[in-house]
């Protein structure tokens, strides 16, 4: 609230309120794992999509930009971040040290009514694999992980923790040949759920971290890195210019398979 003499003007916050819910929601499309590496973003596309006008979504890419979610180039525009073998595994590991930290702060600290919700959602979880429920099985172990994150009641190993792009990194090395949700998942999530329910802080952490490290280790990591630049850099993902986001998708196609012969990630699956 700004004061001039003895008007009180108040400051318009509508600019402000349309630009953070325009980021929150391109941020969180992103962290989805929707969006192949390389794909371009137009402003006139985004603009459309979110409701706001050319100038806010400029400075929401700007934003995105400075914080690592899209790269921007001259003459190639704004695109999703594609990153390299040395790249995803410094962001891995930084995952398992996060992660299960806030396991363990999650053993001392989460209430029985959080407690009830993580048996809630690893119950579902149990539900999709029966069904062969890939989709939800997915959902459910993103739940199951924000859950232990709220759980530890620690804001500044959250606050770490949600600026990992790890998302971006499973969705680009994503072993699509191999068999999901991963063997043994299922029984590490009910490790790191003991752990928590019998307040164990060390036994949370171990059972965490053994878990991000296997999902890490079931990426194709070391293939990448063997390839050569191009597989590094997600290249031979790269869609067409001006490829719309899920355009196919919304008319029941399948995805156009890349270079290397293999198809895209589908959506929803970046996840452990």
Do not use: W
């Amino acid at each position: 609230m700004v004061e001039v003499s003895d008007h009180v003007v108040e400051p318009d916050k509508t600019s402000q309120t349309r630009h953070n819910q325009a980021y929150e929601g391109l941020r969180s499309l992103l962290m989805s794992g929707n969006l192949a590496p390389g794909t371009r973003l137009t402003e006139a596309e985004l603009t459309t999509m979110f409701n706001v006008s050319r100038s806010t979504m400029r400075s929401v890419l700007v934003r995105l930009t400075q914080e690592g979610y899209v790269t921007s180039e001259v003459n190639r525009g704004v695109r999703t971040r594609s990153f390299s073998a040395e790249e995803a595994l410094d962001i891995l590991e930084a995952r398992e040290v996060l992660e299960s930290a806030l396991a363990g702060k999650a053993a001392e600290r989460a209430t029985e009514q959080e407690i009830r919700e993580l048996r809630d959602t690893l119950e579902a979880m149990e539900d999709c694999k029966r069904r062969g429920d890939q989709a939800g099985y997915s959902q459910g172990n993103r739940k199951f992980h924000q859950q232990v994150k709220e759980a530890a009641h620690q804001q500044t190993l959250a606050r770490a923790y949600d600026t990992l792009l790890y998302p971006l990194v499973m969705r680009q090395y994503r072993n699509l040949s191999a068999q999901h949700p991963r063997s043994g998942s299922l029984e590490e999530h009910q490790a790191i759920l003991l752990a928590i329910v019998t307040r164990n802080p060390d036994a949370a952490v171990a059972a965490m971290r053994h878990h991000v490290a296997s999902a890490r280790r079931a990426l194709l990591l070391q293939t990448a890195a063997d390839a050569g630049p191009a597989a590094r850099t997600g290249q031979d993902a790269r869609p067409d210019e001006g490829a719309r986001p899920d355009e196919g998708a919304e008319r029941g196609e399948q995805p156009a398979p890349s270079e290397n012969g293999r198809q895209p990630a589908a959506p929803g699956r970046a996840s452990d």
